[in-house]
């Protein structure tokens, strides 16, 4: 079945369907900001803007075992897809679709985030942290901003980033430090990675390119 079709079919007549918010979290913290701590020359992370929906829509093959010989002919097929129906594609989502490194990265950190991989470096997951109170913070301030009409007070802002840095290394740790084999355990939703979830602020949905 071609990519098209399959596009045609999800996006076309009612526009993308919502991800889950496993999926949205993979792509927002296991991939993006985890890329960007290997890639910072700077020593803190700042909050960045999300990527386009097609994203999630890839982290959904890979949910589903797509090997990665499989994975890399969707991503081309993916961004000709694109192209063929003229969508804008901004440098970022150009570069992550076209470069072969950047392909096997965003696999093999999707990939980690299903098997709970621990061999993610202490930066990365430094990266990721600071990712998730970015998140957080700016969420926090803009319900403050949103009810109030001011900024968040010192108290405040203090108490959103200890709560925001609490949240994020529960996270963190019930993510990645587990030692043992790789595999999706077995866990129910009373998990602790579940209960922080819930208390995360939603991921907003990704702006999408296919709509």
């Known amino acids: 079945m071609s990519t098209d079709y399959h596009f045609e079919q999800e996006y076309k007549d009612h526009g993308p369907r919502p991800y889950s918010y496993e999926v949205k979290l993979a792509v927002r913290y296991a991939y993006q900001y985890r890329a960007a701590a290997d890639e910072k020359t ?12 097609v ?25 000709e897809y694109l192209k063929r129906h003229r969508r804008k594609i901004d440098p970022v989502t150009k570069r992550i679709l076209t ?10 950190y999707i990939r980690d985030f299903m098997d709970k991989n621990p061999n993610i470096s202490e930066k990365e997951k430094k990266g990721i942290v600071e990712g998730i109170i970015a998140d957080y913070t700016k969420t926090e301030a803009e319900k403050i901003y949103n009810s109030t009409g001011r900024f968040p007070t010192d ?22 430090s587990f030692q043992g084999g790789g595999g999706r355990d077995n866990r129910d939703d009373s998990s602790l990675v579940s209960s922080c979830m819930r208390n995360l602020p939603q991921v907003g949905e990704s702006r999408g390119l296919f709509r």
């Open 155 to 176: 108290v405040e802002y203090h108490q959103i980033l200890k709560k925001a840095d609490d949240l994020a290394r529960m996270i963190i740790s019930d993510w990645f």
């Open 42 to 53: 700077t020593q803190f992370i700042c909050w960045l803007p999300e990527l386009p929906g």
């Open 99 to 108: 470069d072969p490194v950047q392909i096997q990265r965003f696999y093999d």
């Open 55 to 79: 994203f999630c829509w890839l982290t959904e093959q890979i949910f589903a075992g797509v090997a990665y010989d499989v994975f890399k002919w969707i991503v081309k097929n993916t961004f």
